[in-house]
Every structure is written in C-alpha cells, then in structure tokens.
T-cell receptor, first 113, second 117 residues
Framework: GENVEQHPSTLSVQEGDSAVIKCTYS??????FPWYKQELGKRPQLIID?????GEKKDQRIAVTLNKTAKHFSLHITETQPEDSAVYFCAASIKTGGFKTIFGAGTRLFVKA | GAVVSQHPSWVICKSGTSVKIECRSLDFQATTMFWYRQFPKQSLMLMAT?????????EQGVEKDKFLINHASLTLSTLTVTSAHPEDSSFYIC?????????????FGEGSRLTVL
C-alpha cells in the first residue's frame, strides 16, 4: 500500500524566514497531494493541494511543488509568522478505494518571534 | 464550505463498555467517510473507509469486530468501539469526501477524544 514519509519531524525558524517541509510517497498511482495544518486540539485544515498533472502551485505565502518522477513533493512557507506555528501533514491520495488518503508523520513547526 | 460534525467531542468510559462516535456531513452528501486514529503528537492513521450502504473497508491491523462502522445514510457514519480497553484511548477523527469532489479533498470533523479507564 501507499507509504508517505515526511521530514523533518520538527522545524524551528525565526519569524520572517522560510520553512520547507518535504515528503515522499511510494505509490505512483497517487494523484492528489494535499497539505493540512493542525493546531493543538483542533481538526486538520487543508491549506493547499496539488494534483498530479501540475508541478507547482502557489497561494500567497504558501507554495507546493511536486516531482512525479522522483515521487516527492514539498511545502514552502515564506515570510513565516508566529501564527504559522502548528503541525503540518502532507498526504497522498489514491483514487482507488474511494480516494484513500494516507498521511505523513507530520512536522511540528515553531516560528520564533 | 463543507462542514463535518463529530459527536461527542470527548468521552470517558469504563473498561469493557462500548462507545459510539457519530460523524455527520452537515451541508453535503458524503458517499465515503474515513475514520482516523491519532495518538498524541503522532500522525493520522487511517483505520477504515466507510461507504454508504455497504460494508466498511478496514486497513490492515484494524480489528473490524472491535471497531464497528456503520454508514447508513449519505450524511451519517458511526464508529463504535466495542468492549473498550485503556489501549483504545485515543483521538478519533472522521473525514468525508463529498459527491462532487473529484480530487479527494477531505473535510474533517472536530475529533473525539476517548479515554478508557
């Protein structure tokens, strides 16, 4: 089955710096890659996603890149702010089985003011 | 936007009892719902896929007799933890994918924190 690996597990940056989180997936049939942000005790919230037919997508300070050949995708947050501090999960979704979504282990991001 | 509501948000029960968690899609019809389990500071582990009108599909290692899933309508899926034990204590969170969603985007419920004494 699909396996998603995520690095780093913890990331600490200074406010204003950029943060990069990287993920790899194993199943080449995966065709949808969402990123979720989860604050403590709350539900995960979708922040950006990318489909397999696109290499890059940007939404204000957040961007995601996808390399299908290498089966890896990355989240880039620029000009980080303290409110960006949270746990970020990458995920890979496969259409079979009703779009089963497998999550990475998560990255705990700390943005220091 | 799509809203998924989960109830109860937290529950404490004695060992050996059963606990039912409900997951509702409030403003859309969900043909498929997913149940995840999340341990403290860990990832979301997919337990099972709940399909309206048919049996749930369980992930490897998840006991179907332990975690009963019912998806009787397009807006409701339930997870029943039977004969709960302390090791079942966890954060259970459901998610749903709407009929119109083609990409697999998930909408999550608030989660239910189960503590088994």
């Amino acid at each position: 089955g699909e396996n998603v690996e995520q690095h780093p597990s913890t990331l600490s940056v200074q406010e204003g710096d950029s943060a990069v989180i990287k993920c790899t997936y194993s199943d080449s049939a995966s065709n949808y890659f969402p990123w979720y942000k989860q604050e403590l005790g709350k539900r995960p919230q979708l922040i950006i996603d990318i489909r397999s037919n696109v290499g890059e997508k940007k939404d204000q300070r957040i961007a995601v890149t996808l390399n299908k050949t290498a089966k890896h995708f990355s989240l880039h947050i620029t000009e980080t702010q303290p409110e960006d501090s949270a746990v970020y999960f990458c995920a890979a979704s496969i259409k079979t089985g009703g779009f089963k979504t497998i999550f990475g282990a998560g990255t705990r991001l700390f943005v220091k003011a | 936007g799509a809203v998924v509501s989960q109830h109860p948000s937290w529950v404490i029960c004695k060992s050996g009892t059963s606990v039912k968690i409900e997951c509702r899609s409030l403003d859309f019809q969900a043909t498929t719902m997913f149940w995840y389990r999340q341990f403290p500071k860990q990832s979301l582990m997919l337990m099972a896929t709940s399909n309206e009108g048919s049996k749930a599909t369980y992930e490897q290692g998840v006991e179907k007799d332990k975690f009963l899933i019912n998806h009787a309508s397009l807006t409701l899926s339930t997870l029943t933890v039977t004969s709960a034990h302390p090791e079942d204590s966890s954060f259970y969170i459901c998610s749903a994918r709407g009929l119109a969603a083609q990409t697999g985007e998930l909408f999550f419920g608030e989660g239910s924190r189960l503590t088994v004494l």
